[in-house]
């Protein structure tokens, strides 16, 4: 039995994992203004964003790779 994408859990997972990261780092990264003043915080505040967009580009990939492996490669669910 075939459920829709947005009805499983590792769609729920996934998603979590990829908005969780960031919004966690951003607000780690301003919560003291510091980013704006010091120049050592806004590179680590630099450093953070550029890896929490990388993580969202191995999560897309994933996902990618996930739909192909259920389609078949081909657009058409196994089970169709």
Do not use: H
Not at 21 to 45: F, T, W
Not at 59 to 64: A, F, I, L, N, T
């Amino acid at each position: 039995m075939s459920k829709p994408g947005i009805k499983t859990t590792e769609f729920w997972i996934s998603g979590m994992m990829a908005l969780v990261g960031p919004i966690v780092s951003i607000c780690v990264s301003v919560r003291d203004g510091s980013a704006l003043s010091d120049p050592e915080a806004l590179i680590q505040s630099v450093v953070l964003v550029v890896s929490n967009i990388s993580s969202l580009f191995a999560v897309r990939g994933y996902v990618s790779a996930r739909v192909k492996v259920k389609t078949n490669g081909n657009g058409v669910s196994d089970e169709d």
